[in-house]
Every structure is written in structure tokens, then in C-alpha cells.
């Protein structure tokens, strides 16, 4: 079964600095890959995905991830924080059993 | 566009009562979603209905847990008994086509649960 592990349960930068938030997955095959972001009190919404084509994929607000097959990659970075991008983070894989597998979330604190 | 709808927003119960939960889907989406969201985890899918029909209810706690689609737009999920561990947030969501691939999923804004 697909799983998906985000590295950092927690992370905090500071206003302007690099957002970098960290996602391997498990598969057999080439996945699909997803981004979705959590605001207090909502549901999630979709950042970017990964399906076919350009493995550097734009979403919205400015983020951007890169599909790394060889490392089983899909991280997400942002060059410059905003107090905005203060969230839950949730990186998920759709493959196989046709389902899609959330990892745990990374919460995002921006310091100013 | 109108997004996905649901209701309460808000629940708060004793355990072995039962409760319900609405979603109504955006229109024209064909697939339905009910995950269930533990504090500090990922979402977990419960239950897909493709038009009115059952995909995969392999994680639906069945003994107590109950979902139905009607005329393959609203949708119910209900808990009866709950129990404390049912406390979570319960997320709607919805999609176009079939489900499959990349195709993407458009959550509600959820209903938070608690369980005393």
C-alpha cells in the first residue's frame, strides 16, 4: 500500500525567508501527487499536484514542488514567507487503490 | 461556483448517542467523499459514492457508521452509537468525473465533533 511521510510535524521561519516543507512517498509506480493546505477552521484546498509532464509543478499563493522520482520526493517550497502561509500543510498520494492517502500534516508557523 | 456545504458546523454529544452530518456536493459532481480527520493527523478516507453507488467503504466502521447518497447529490453520514473516539473533524468532499488519477477533490469546510 501507498503511504506518505512528511518530515516535520512543526515548522517555523521567519517572515521573508525560504518555506521548505518536506515529503516522501512510498510506490511501485509513478504516483499522483497533491498539496493541500488547512486554514483554521476549514476544509482543505488544493496548492498544486503532480500528474504528468513537468516535474516542477507552480500552484497557487506562489508555492511550487518538484517530483524527484529517484528520491520519492514531492517538497514544497516557497521563496519568501508570508504571514499568510501560516497553516497546516498535507501532502497526499493518489495510486493504485485508487484512493487518496494523506501524510500527517506540517504545521507552518511564520514568526515576524 | 458555489463549494461544498456542510452541516453542523459544530457538534457536541455524549457518547452512545447518535448523530448526522449533511453534505451537499458542488453541482454536477459525480463523486463523494467522507473523511475522517483525527487531531493531528491526515484526513482518512471513510466512504465513496460515485453517483449514488458505493466505491469503497473499506474504512467505514460499519457496526456504527452509516452513510447514505440521495438521488446521487446529498449525502448523509451518521454514527449511532457514538463513541469518545469518534471525536474528529468530518470532511466533505467532491469531484467531477470518476475519481480517479489527478483528478482533483474539493473539501467543505468540515464538522468538528466531540464526543463527551
Known amino acids: 500500500a501507498q503511504s506518505v511521510t512528511q518530515l516535520g510535524s512543526h515548522v517555523s521561519v521567519s517572515e521573508g525567508a525560504l518555506v521548505l516543507l518536506r515529503c516522501n512517498y512510498s510506490s511501485s509506480v509513478p504516483p499522483y501527487l497533491f498539496w493541500y493546505v488547512q486554514y483554521p477552521n476549514q476544509g482543505l484546498q488544493l496548492l498544486l499536484k503532480y500528474t504528468t509532464g513537468a516535474t516542477l509543478v507552480k500552484g497557487i499563493n506562489g508555492f511550487e514542488a518538484e517530483f524527484k522520482k529517484s528520491e520519492t520526493s514531492f517538497h514544497l517550497t516557497k521563496p519568501s514567507a508570508h504571514m499568510s502561509d501560516a497553516a497546516e500543510y498535507f501532502c497526499?498520494?493518489?495510486?493504485?487503490?485508487?484512493?487518496?492517502?494523506f501524510g500527517q500534516g506540517t504545521r507552518l508557523t511564520i514568526n515576524p | 461556483e458555489a463549494g461544498v456545504a456542510q452541516s453542523p458546523r459544530y457538534k457536541i454529544i455524549e457518547k452512545r448517542q447518535s448523530v448526522a452530518f449533511w453534505c451537499n456536493p458542488i453541482s454536477g459532481h459525480a463523486t463523494l467523499y467522507w473523511y475522517q480527520q483525527i487531531l493531528g493527523q491526515g484526513p482518512k478516507l471513510l466512504i465513496q459514492f460515485q453517483n449514488n453507488g458505493v466505491v469503497d467503504d473499506s474504512q467505514l466502521p460499519k457496526d456504527r457508521f452509516s452513510a447514505e447518497r440521495l438521488k446521487g447529490v446529498d449525502s448523509t453520514l451518521k454514527i449511532q452509537p457514538a463513541k469518545l473516539e469518534d471525536s474528529a473533524v468530518y470532511l466533505c468532499?467532491?469531484?467531477?468525473?470518476?475519481?480517479?488519477?489527478?483528478?482533483?477533490?474539493?473539501f467543505g469546510p468540515g464538522t468538528r465533533l466531540l464526543v463527551l
Open positions: 468532499a467532491s469531484s467531477f468525473l470518476r475519481g480517479r488519477g489527478g483528478e482533483t477533490q474539493y
Open positions: 497526499a498520494v493518489f495510486q493504485g487503490a485508487q484512493k487518496l492517502v
